[in-house]
């Protein structure tokens, strides 16, 4: 029965809301449609919206456009007067490479990265079209000849390069979060737990990465052994742990304070109610303590991202960090701008993996304050 009733209850209401949507007026539909932009753009991040839906519902317009002048003005009149400064100064420091690459320089280097992308997509293309030709003349011959396909053995380009590496970096993010969260859950919900795993957590937290990448290459080199058939590849493998045993502590962190800090009055429902262990945290742990979970995996993916770098260098993993060392082992005059353009897209990357988490963040835990 009170199934039965608020299923009533919620009928009703849907169709309350559909009555008054049907004869709102054109102003307050409006109003509703720009409510629910305000509320679409601040869960997504994309907050430099917001005062143009404002100016468009009627809102004051010099408010918002101050409002518009602080949210995006000030940043790109900010980066203007750093690419000025960066432009002026860039001459006037002479390396062993050259001077450094201003503004305009980097942007070239950046094309011809895009040109070597395309020349070496072409080349692979015509790779396998030869080997398509050749095999059917060979079937043509002879129907039952066996014809093998030879996999395409060039040298990575810059966008491979980092497609590799955040493939990398959320292999590890995804393994760190997986240890870091159950961890967490156990340590915030028994105090023996915390304080028997707090000392290992303070002693191995701040590790280098370049302290754990020997240690890690040594064991991967002694237990993984590969094949013509293996997945991954040992400098992958030895890259995604070491992101991982980096990364996993602000995840593990936040979470353990985040259980500890949940409202004893709903711990105390979930004994009351009997609920066991897992239904516990499903139904009370982990919805309380999910903004700081996601705190915790936000700190973890830009720990993890920088991180990465370091790893791919010494690991020799195929990705943004050995092409940095390849150019800086390269020496030539084109170097010093292909770092630069490494430099951009690294804080690039990691502007919007974290902007990807706080929308995520948002969407989860909307309404729900730390």
């Known amino acids: 029965m009170y199934h039965l009733f608020l299923n009533s209850n919620s009928s009703r209401s849907n169709t309350r809301n559909d009555n008054e949507l049907f004869y709102a007026t054109p102003q307050n539909r409006c109003q509703k449609m720009s409510n629910q932009l305000i509320k679409f753009f601040n869960i997504t991040g994309l907050t430099w919206f917001v005062p143009l839906v404002k100016i468009a519902a009627g809102d004051n317009p010099q408010q918002q456009i101050r409002q518009l002048w602080l949210i995006m003005g000030v940043p790109i009149l900010a980066f203007i007067v750093f690419l000025g400064l960066w432009s002026a100064s860039a001459q006037q420091i002479k390396t062993s490479l050259g001077a450094i690459p201003g503004p305009a320089a980097v942007w070239h280097e950046t094309g011809g990265l895009m040109d070597d992308h395309y020349a070496e997509r072409e080349k692979e293309k015509a790779f396998f079209e030869r080997q398509r030709v050749r095999n059917e003349k060979k079937l043509a011959k002879n129907p039952d000849a066996k014809v093998k396909i030879r996999p395409y053995t060039g040298k990575p380009t810059y966008l491979d390069q980092i497609i590799t590496s955040l493939y990398t970096v959320f292999a590890g993010f995804v393994i760190a979060t997986l240890i870091a969260v159950p961890l967490g859950i156990v340590c915030g919900m028994s105090p023996i737990f915390n304080t028997a795993l707090n000392p290992l957590i303070q002693i191995f937290k701040p590790v280098s990465p370049l302290a754990w990448l020997p240690i890690v290459t040594l064991i991967v080199s002694a237990v993984y052994v590969t094949t013509e058939d293996s997945w991954f590849e040992k400098a992958f493998i030895t890259s995604?742990?070491?992101?991982?045993?980096?990364?996993?502590?602000?995840?593990?962190?936040?979470?353990?304070?985040?259980?500890?800090?949940?409202?004893?009055?709903?711990?105390?429902?979930?004994?009351?109610?009997?609920?066991?262990?897992?239904?516990?945290?499903?139904?009370?742990?982990?919805?309380?303590?999910?903004?700081?979970?996601?705190?915790?995996?936000?700190?973890?993916?830009?720990?993890?991202?920088?991180?990465?770098?370091?790893?791919?260098?010494?690991?020799?993993?195929?990705?943004?960090?050995?092409?940095?060392?390849?150019?800086?082992?390269n020496g030539s005059s084109h170097s010093l701008g292909k770092i630069m353009v490494a430099v951009f897209t690294i804080g690039l990357i990691g502007f919007a993996l974290d902007r990807i988490m706080q929308s995520l963040q948002n969407i989860f835990c909307f309404g729900r304050d730390i």
């Open 240 to 329: 995604a742990v070491t992101v991982t045993l980096c990364s996993l502590w602000p995840t593990l962190i936040n979470t353990a304070v985040g259980v500890a800090s949940i409202d004893s009055d709903l711990v105390n429902v979930g004994k009351v109610l009997r609920l066991n262990y897992r239904t516990q945290i499903q139904k009370i742990i982990l919805p309380s303590a999910l903004p700081y979970i996601f705190t915790g995996m936000r700190l973890s993916l830009g720990v993890g991202w920088m991180v990465l770098i370091a790893a791919e260098m010494l690991a020799q993993n195929p990705g943004l960090g050995k092409f940095v060392w390849d150019e800086f082992q």
